[in-house]
């Protein structure tokens, strides 16, 4: 009698494939879903106000490292930018690098948008 099956026709998952599936959730739990080029995220202020950011690279998926493009409320914003900006009415955006994720919101960090 043979008692070996096949895992697919008992309907288990392969185990490379559990590990990965738990792997993702990990991860997701920790940094939020996979960020990618093109996503809105919040990026928060000095004055703890968060504006839209749109990412333009991923430093490091696992890491949470993006580059982006941050929108803000032109000079209204001007003294909580995170350097100086010659002119902020004009030209509200600016090129960030090299921000890294963090879900506590702190000052010049980015987090995914609240869910509504």
């Keep these: 009698m043979n008692i070996q099956t096949n895992e697919s026709e008992q309907g288990h ?6 590990v990965a599936n738990l792997t993702a959730t990990v991860e997701e739990m920790l ?6 080029v093109g996503r809105i995220v919040n ?15 991923v ?3 696992a890491l949470g490292h ?7 409320d032109g000079s209204n ?5 995170p350097r100086e900006h010659t002119d902020p009415a004009g030209q509200p955006y600016m090129q960030l690098a090299v921000i890294r994720y963090d879900a506590n919101k ?3 960090t980015w987090h995914w948008p609240e869910e509504v």
């Design 66 to 72: 993006v580059n982006g493009v941050l929108f803000f």
């Design 43 to 57: 990026y928060v202020l000095a004055d703890g106000q968060v504006r839209p950011l749109m990412v333009t690279h």
């Design 77 to 81: 914003d001007a003294r909580v930018l």
């Design 106 to 108: 702190t000052p010049g």
């Design 31 to 36: 940094h939020g879903p996979r960020v990618t």
């Design 13 to 18: 998952t392969p185990l490379t494939a559990q």
């Design 59 to 61: 430093q490091g998926a």
